[in-house]
């Protein structure tokens, strides 16, 4: 796992990159980062290329209200090489199932900042819905918008 961490940590390209995948992440991504965060995470998921069996893609769960059969889908990242190839329609479909299926949830919930619009168009394309917004603070004191959004697992 520690080799498949230090691969995924290569991901980010650059410092708003990994504000994406995490606010909490200081650049560059290191595996103790994500090790740290996985402290309050479930289901922390890695994606592997079958022909090379190197690690493109990862992604966690966390904050289960099983009152409510929600929860919250985070840290989500793909290897640059494999963007824009169906790896992140098969991370996310694994993740509904997990959810779904491994933790009982009826929905899940995301929050994807207002600059990242490729993802935003990502997720509206995989049934995520906008419901919500909180404002956060970038590491250069500009606030943004991070967008609420949710599925039904159903």
């Not at 410092?15 to 402290?39: A, G, W």
């Not at 990502?122 to 250069?140: A, L, R």
């Amino acid at each position: 796992m520690k080799e498949d961490l230090e691969i995924i940590s290569s991901f980010p390209l650059n410092v708003e990159e990994l504000f994406y995948i995490s606010p909490r992440f200081e650049y560059p991504l290191t595996p103790d980062q994500i090790i740290k965060i996985l402290e309050n995470r479930l289901s922390p998921t890695i994606i592997i290329d079958t022909n090379t069996q190197i690690a493109i893609a990862y992604a966690n769960l966390y904050d289960m209200n099983h009152d409510d059969s929600v929860c919250w889908l985070g840290n989500v990242i793909v290897s640059p090489e494999y963007r824009g190839k169906g790896v992140s329609d098969y991370l996310i479909n694994t993740m509904l199932d997990k959810a779904r299926n491994e933790h009982e949830m009826k929905k899940m919930k995301l929050f994807c900042h207002n600059t990242n619009t490729r993802a935003l168009i990502f997720y509206c394309s995989q049934g995520f819905k906008p419901c919500g917004y909180k404002i956060i603070t970038k590491q250069d004191n500009k606030k943004i918008v991070s967008i609420e959004m949710e599925r039904e697992l159903i």
